[in-house]
């Protein structure tokens, strides 16, 4: 019961953070018309059609992307790796999902990310230091909580939080351009206006803390969902408790792509409203309380 208030819970608290980002891109979009021209309707409505054409842009590429900037290598056959094979073949059938295409990462780092805007076309990646460095029912945990990843739809979501921030970074830039070179409207009222200013140099700030809240609770459910397909929150607790005790971050991983592992891949010391994860602490306290 427990467990499924927890997964109810970090729903809710995702929905309400996506629907705030969307009304923040639009609101950036109309301070930047209102300075401009006085008239901040147009610039809602360009943001709107910018922030969906660049989202749909990354959903529809996201998968190809991913996968070769972390050089991930497909597993095609289960012949090449068949505990591999069979582990996420079995979590995908408790899951009530399509099998996700199976990669891995020549890395000695143990983690592990998914990918793919819907179960449809998901995939998960491995590195070799999971593969290495975990019993089976670690790497079954782990695994577990990727194809959760990929049953709750959060890559779709981390995907149009990221597409977000770029259209809010775009914005912003040209709202301060006009800010510093173009003509702007002298009718408008001078604490709105300064308001709009202050909202057009902090927007990207902002953005970026709110895709970072995102990632975190995602992770949250991720475990908590993660933790009721394998059937063991605890092997999932002692997989976590490894990774991130190990300091040696995954070399092909990036910024960009860091918020899809299953631990911070880069191994900074970064907590709170900067980090990409939430407190492994936290994490391991949560899984061992179900």
């Given at each position: 019961m427990l467990l499924h208030k927890q997964?109810?819970?970090?729903?809710?608290?995702?929905?309400?953070?996506?629907?705030?980002?969307?009304?923040?891109?639009?609101?950036?979009?109309?301070?930047?018309?209102?300075?401009?021209?006085?008239?901040?309707?147009?610039?809602?409505?360009?943001?709107g059609i910018l922030a969906i054409g660049y989202t749909l842009f990354m959903v529809l590429s996201s998968t190809r992307v991913v996968m070769a900037m972390n050089h991930a290598r497909e597993v095609k056959r289960s012949e090449d790796n068949p505990f591999l094979w069979h582990t996420?073949?079995?979590?995908?059938?408790?899951?009530?999902?399509?099998?996700?295409?199976?990669?891995i990462?020549?890395?000695?780092?143990?983690?592990?990310?998914?990918?793919g805007i819907s179960p449809k076309n998901g995939a998960v990646a491995v590195t070799t230091g999971l593969m290495e460095r975990l019993n089976r029912e670690e790497i079954e945990a782990v695994l577990a909580h990727e194809v959760a990843h990929i049953k709750n739809y959060?890559?779709?979501?981390?995907?149009?939080?990221?597409?977000?921030?770029?259209?809010?970074?775009?914005?912003?830039?040209?709202?301060?351009?006009?800010?510093?070179?173009?003509?702007?409207?002298?009718?408008v009222h001078p604490i709105i206006a300064i308001a709009a200013v202050v909202l057009l140099i902090l927007s990207p700030f902002i953005a970026t803390l709110i895709r970072l809240a995102i990632s975190r609770n995602r992770e949250y459910l991720a475990d908590a969902s993660g933790a009721e397909l394998c059937r063991n929150p605890y092997a999932l607790a002692s997989a976590l408790e490894k990774i991130a005790g190990i300091r040696e971050p995954v070399r092909e991983a990036s910024n960009t792509s860091a918020?899809?592992?299953?631990?911070?891949p880069l191994k900074k010391k970064m907590a709170g409203l900067f980090s990409t994860h939430p407190p492994a602490e936290e994490r391991i306290r949560r899984l061992r309380a179900m």
């Open positions: 997964i109810e819970s970090n729903k809710r608290k995702s929905v309400l953070i996506i629907l705030f980002f969307i009304l923040f891109v639009l609101l950036v979009g109309a301070s930047v018309s209102y300075v401009q021209v006085g008239e901040p309707l147009w610039g809602a409505v360009f943001a996420v073949e079995g979590l995908a059938l408790a899951a009530r999902i399509p099998t996700p295409r199976i990669f990462i020549q890395d000695a780092s143990p983690n592990a990310f998914a990918t959060d890559i779709r979501l981390a995907t149009v939080a990221l597409a977000l921030v770029s259209v809010i970074a775009i914005l912003s830039d040209f709202g301060s351009r006009i800010l510093l070179f173009g003509k702007r409207n002298r009718n918020m899809l592992y299953f631990s911070d």
